[in-house]
């Protein structure tokens, strides 16, 4: 299995991941608990500006744009190699200072939002901007994300999630929520058409 592809790299098509791929910025902050080591564990940790954590034995640690797995696998291994007999320590998000969604296209207010939380739904994110306009099309939702350096896309319904045929999904770090792809350029509009029949999948954008 150690030479499977990402999903990204299989023909071009993956599906929304969890809230947990949360990638960690300056000013968020971080739960960690170390089993049977009160001292170690701290129920709100914060990032600095520089993208660090102050952390008791050992010291600064640069934890910005690792997820809160990556961060507890690296506490693991360097409380275990200087301090620790098999430390279990588990990492999460108290608040996320770094989540941002941009809406654009026919919604009430379009801008950017900051999100306080790392977890947020199509549904929640659009009623960020006060819902849609009368003229807008709710099964024209296109969500704009970008994994690894490369552009991908999807088409949603909205009719389809709130009647519970479709599920609603999860909105991640810095996507782009367009209502009304109709008005996108020719190229984004045969991107879409190609997209395989069942709505909500990301291809990537060859551009």
Excluded: C, H, W
């Excluded at 902050?29 to 102050?54: A, H, N, Q």
């Excluded at 969604?101 to 960020?128: C, F, H, M, N, W």
């Excluded at 819902?131 to 552009?151: F, H, P, Q, W, Y």
């Amino acid at each position: 299995m150690g030479g499977e592809l990402p999903p990204a790299e299989r023909g071009g098509i993956i599906t929304p991941v969890a809230a947990e791929d949360y990638l960690l910025g300056p000013l968020d902050t971080l739960s960690i608990k170390v089993f049977r080591e009160p001292e170690l564990s701290f129920d709100s940790l914060p990032v600095s500006l520089s993208g660090k954590i102050s952390y008791p034995l050992l010291g600064e640690l640069s934890v910005a744009g690792l997820s809160t797995a990556e961060i507890a696998r690296l506490l693991t291994a360097q409380l275990n190699a200087r301090y620790l007999r098999n430390a279990s320590v588990s990492v999460s998000l108290d608040r996320a200072a770094n989540f941002t969604v941009t809406l654009d296209g026919e919604v009430r207010k379009p801008g950017v939002y900051q999100i306080p939380g790392a977890r947020l739904s199509l549904l929640q994110a659009v009623s960020l901007s006060e819902g849609l306009t009368e003229s807008a099309k709710s099964d024209e939702i296109v969500v704009i994300r970008e994994i690894d350096g490369k552009r991908y896309i999807a088409r949603f319904d909205l009719n389809e999630i709130r009647a519970g045929r479709a599920p609603d999904p999860q909105i991640q770090q810095t996507d782009v929520i367009v209502v009304g792809y109709s008005q996108f350029t020719s190229l984004f509009r045969l991107t879409l058409a190609a997209l395989p029949g069942a709505a909500g999948l990301f291809i990537a954008l060859n551009q």
